[in-house]
């Protein structure tokens, strides 16, 4: 799930705020750090909740949020980043998946490289493809 943000700029740093999520909020001095700071946030946020028995939102469009007259002086000279929900839930569950011959024998030699597993590499590479904005 990606969830709209916004990113406002100050005058020495970039802020970013969910309207899905009032209060969810996270500053970084570049956007690339407000956006990696923010993901965090997000994912704190929503572990809070998930902890407290509250209900998940589900992500409303960039279009829905344009429309809310609510979020109107919010969404202020704001730009839009959809940013993914990540969240790590502490436990490991086995998959079966298929992949190409020759691709299986690249992620192994990869992995391989970096002394890493073929889970660990392709949960690190599949983290850093849903993280790309």
Do not use: Q
Not at 46 to 74: C, M, N, Q, Y
Not at 94 to 119: F, H, K, P, Y
């Amino acid at each position: 799930m990606r969830y709209v943000s916004f990113i406002h700029r100050t005058d020495a740093s970039y802020g970013v705020s969910f309207p899905d999520f009032p209060g969810c909020v996270s500053v970084g001095d570049t956007v690339d750090e407000a956006v990696r700071l923010g993901r965090e946030a997000l994912a704190f946020h929503v572990e809070g909740l998930v902890a407290d028995g509250a209900r998940i939102p589900t992500p409303r469009s960039i279009d829905a949020i344009k429309a809310d007259p609510e979020l109107a002086d919010w969404r202020h000279e704001a730009d839009f980043v959809l940013i993914p929900l990540l969240l790590d839930r502490g436990s490991s569950r086995r998959v079966n998946i298929s992949l190409d011959r020759g691709l299986l024998e690249a992620i192994d030699d990869e992995a391989r490289g970096r002394r890493m597993t073929r889970s660990a590499f392709l949960a690190s590479a599949a983290r850093h493809e849903i993280e790309r904005t």
